[in-house]
Each structure stands twice: as structure tokens, then as C-alpha cells.
């Protein structure tokens, strides 16, 4: 079971990522009116509308999922994964708390969805390095 909410996820987290990559891929297009670029167009707002809930689903799957493989919740690669999503929420929830522009708290959101996305590769690469 663990292994199977593992596994999902990985999927949760390349779905909330998709919202950065598609509006990037979108960017760069020169047509922007290819069938791409409006497929892309299409699909943004679900992919803002879902990424809350997407986001809250990780952090709750990844406790589950770490209690369920080591039985306690101890320091482990898959916490680390698991603290930077709950720090990234933390992030959203005191920059609406507090009406802190998004750029701004975005600036912290952003670069710790890649610092999640190491951690991620060192937890399943080599999940027992601490
Ligand atoms: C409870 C957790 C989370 C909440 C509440 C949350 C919320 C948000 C919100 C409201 C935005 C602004 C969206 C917009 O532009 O419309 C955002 C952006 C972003 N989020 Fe999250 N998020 C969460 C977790 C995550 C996770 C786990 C990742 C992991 C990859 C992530 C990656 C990003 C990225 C890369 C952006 C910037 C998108 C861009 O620059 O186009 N978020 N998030
Ligand atoms: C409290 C947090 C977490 C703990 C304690 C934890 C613990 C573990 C453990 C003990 C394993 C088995 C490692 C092995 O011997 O091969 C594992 C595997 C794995 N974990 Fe985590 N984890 C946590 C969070 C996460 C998160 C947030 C993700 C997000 C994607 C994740 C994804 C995976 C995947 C994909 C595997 C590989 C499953 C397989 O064997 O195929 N884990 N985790």
C-alpha cells in the first residue's frame, strides 16, 4: 500500500509542477495561436483551479504513505520531502492570511518546488542517506 501512495504521489507532484511547465512552455511558443499554444491555453485555468487541492492531497498522501512504510514518523529522506511541502503550503496560507502579494510569496514558493523535486530524486534514489 505504501508503495502504491508512494507512486501517487509522484503523479500529485508532476501535476502540481505542470502548472509552472505549461505556462513556460506557453511563453516561449512564437505562435501563440498553434493548436498547441490554445490547447495549453485551455488547460491552464484547470491546472491553477486544481493545484490547491492537488498540493494539500500530497502533503496528506506523503504522511500517510511515510507512517504506513516506517510504522513512525522519524527523520528520513521522505520526510524532508514531505516538510517542504508543508512549508510551501505554510507559505501560501500566511501570504493570503496576511494579503501579501503573490509575487512576492511566490518568490519563495517557486524555488522550493525545485528544492522538493531534489529531494524527491534523493529520496527514492537513496532514501536511507539519513
Ligand atoms: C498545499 C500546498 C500548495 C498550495 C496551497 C499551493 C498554492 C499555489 C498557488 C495559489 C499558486 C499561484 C498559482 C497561480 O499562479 O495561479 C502556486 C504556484 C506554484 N506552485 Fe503551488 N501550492 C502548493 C503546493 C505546491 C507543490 C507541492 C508544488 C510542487 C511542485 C508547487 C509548485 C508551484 C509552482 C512551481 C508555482 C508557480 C507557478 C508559476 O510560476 O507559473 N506548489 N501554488
Ligand atoms: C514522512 C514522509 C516519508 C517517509 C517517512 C517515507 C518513507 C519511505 C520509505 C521507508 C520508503 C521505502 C524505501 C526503500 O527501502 O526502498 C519509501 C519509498 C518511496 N517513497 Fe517515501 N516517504 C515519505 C514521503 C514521501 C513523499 C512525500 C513522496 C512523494 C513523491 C514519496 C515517494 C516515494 C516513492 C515513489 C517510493 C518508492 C516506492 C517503491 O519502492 O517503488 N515518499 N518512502
Not at 41 to 47: C, F, G, N
Amino acid at each position: 500500500m505504501y508503495i502504491f501512495l508512494g507512486w501517487l504521489n509522484l503523479v500529485l507532484l508532476v501535476i502540481a509542477s505542470l502548472l509552472f511547465v505549461v505556462r513556460r512552455i506557453f511563453k516561449n511558443l512564437s505562435n501563440k495561436k498553434s493548436p498547441f499554444a490554445l490547447f495549453l491555453r485551455k488547460i491552464m485555468p484547470t491546472l491553477q483551479k486544481i493545484h490547491p487541492i492537488i498540493g494539500f492531497s500530497f502533503i496528506v498522501i506523503g504522511i500517510i504513505h511515510g507512517y504506513l512504510a516506517l510504522g513512525v514518523i522519524v527523520l528520513h529522506t521522505g520526510l524532508l520531502v514531505w516538510l517542504t511541502a508543508v512549508i510551501m503550503g505554510t507559505i501560501v496560507g500566511v501570504g493570503k492570511a496576511f494579503k501579501i502579494k503573490q509575487q512576492t510569496w511566490l518568490k519563495f514558493h517557486r524555488p522550493l518546488a525545485v528544492l522538493l523535486w531534489a529531494l524527491f530524486l534523493l529520496h527514492y534514489f537513496n532514501p536511507w542517506l539519513i
